[in-house]
């Protein structure tokens, strides 16, 4: 989820939500990719922006790269933000599954959207 949402309207004992930042999600800021800040800004900003991520998901430790980018610097921010598992983009391990010894900070993310086909979810999953 990205920008401010009510949480208690999506509510679910089948869906986690989670951020891809607070205000991290704007691209154009670093160079490479789409330019995600999470990768060249501030240690201090990016380390407020993901405090209060985690505030507004009642302290979860689950972060999710913004376009899908990251490098070893937000990694390290990411670890020192409390985060315990983070999810990068389906492009960089497409037809890949989490596994054991899989990096917890480099873990596949599959979007699902409204125009997701249910054969393209089976694939997710299976």
Do not use: W
Not at 8 to 16: C, Q
Not at 19 to 29: A, N, S, Y
Not at 65 to 74: L, V
Request: hydrophobic share 30%.
């Amino acid at each position: 989820i990205v920008g401010d949402y009510n949480l208690k309207d999506h509510e679910s004992e089948y869906v986690e939500l989670h951020f891809h930042t607070d205000k991290l999600h704007t691209g154009g800021k670093c160079s490479g990719g789409q330019g995600g800040g999470i990768k060249c800004l501030p240690e201090d900003e990016i380390l407020n922006d993901l405090k209060v991520s985690r505030e507004k998901l009642n302290g979860s430790t689950v972060l999710c790269y913004p376009f899908y980018e990251f490098n070893d610097y937000s990694i390290k921010l990411a670890k020192e933000a409390g985060f315990t598992i983070a999810f990068a983009g389906e492009s960089s391990y497409k037809n890949s599954h989490v596994t054991v010894g899989s990096n917890k900070y480099k873990l596949p993310r599959f979007v699902v959207v409204d125009y997701t086909k249910i054969t393209e979810f089976t694939e997710f999953i299976g």
